[in-house]
């Protein structure tokens, strides 16, 4: 049962380079999300899709794009990387989408550490 | 605006000892609360979370939490430390008021908590 796979689990750009960054879940969950992680920050979330079609800005989207390819994948794209980006991804999922995503546990995959020099 | 504090970046503990780490809340409505754990190079993993009911929580690997309302807190408990317990939790809100969404949920900071043999 593998649950949220992410990958890579690292990667290592230059400035301006572009990559994607993948995420797939055999949950059959609705919801689906990307966080970043920063040192003494905790997690701010970038984008989120309630459900398949949709997507949504987080707390921090700027310099980032989206794509929920199906129910199972969502992808996070970095266009033109930056020092500031540096940081661990996480995806998550959760089960609901909507209104009852307020009560409902999150999935997280094992990380993608990102180092953009 | 929600908002979470995690006043402690770190808590030690020796073995065998009852450990509490504090997690303190701003909601203007009613609050839904979680707690987190990730352990070295993993993403997080749900521990238990506060909807409504009881004031006391149980979750998994033998944590508690204690929802109490006139002081805003959700203080995370275990009777007994293990070594293994030895990891950052996170502590998290989501305003019962708000429309939903992930963008309605707040992440601590996160404090590591060290089980010292």
Redesign the interface.
């Known amino acids: 049962n593998a649950g949220?796979t992410q990958t890579p689990k690292f990667q290592v750009l230059k400035t301006g380079q572009s990559m994607t960054l993948q995420c797939a879940q055999d949950m059959n969950h609705n919801?689906m999300?990307w966080y970043r992680q920063d040192p003494?920050?905790?997690?701010?979330?970038i984008y989120?899709s309630?459900s398949e079609g949709t997507t949504?800005?987080?707390?921090v989207p700027n310099g980032y794009n989206v794509s929920r390819l199906n129910k199972r994948e969502f992808s996070l794209r970095l266009e033109s990387a930056a020092p500031s980006q540096t940081s661990v991804y996480?995806c998550?999922s959760?089960a609901k989408g909507?209104?009852?995503?307020?009560?409902e546990?999150?999935?997280?995959?094992?990380?993608t550490q990102l180092s953009v020099l | 605006a929600q908002s979470v504090a995690q006043p402690e970046d770190q808590v030690n503990v020796a073995e065998g000892n009852p450990l509490t780490v504090k997690c303190t809340y701003s909601v203007s409505g009613n609050p839904y609360l979680f707690w987190y754990v990730q352990y070295p190079n993993r993403g997080l993993q749900f521990l238990l979370k506060y909807i409504t009911g009881d004031n006391l929580v149980k979750g998994s690997y033998g944590f508690e939490a204690e929802f109490n309302k006139s002081q805003t807190s959700f203080h995370l408990k275990k009777p007994s430390a293990l070594v293994s317990d030895s990891a950052l939790y996170f502590c998290a809100v989501r305003d019962g008021a708000s429309g939903g969404g992930a963008d309605g949920l707040t992440f601590g900071k996160g404090t590591h908590l060290i089980i010292q043999p």
């Open positions: 949220v919801s999300y003494g920050m905790g997690l701010r979330l989120y309630a949504d800005k987080g707390e996480f998550a959760s909507g209104r009852r995503m307020k009560s546990k999150l999935f997280f995959g094992s990380g």
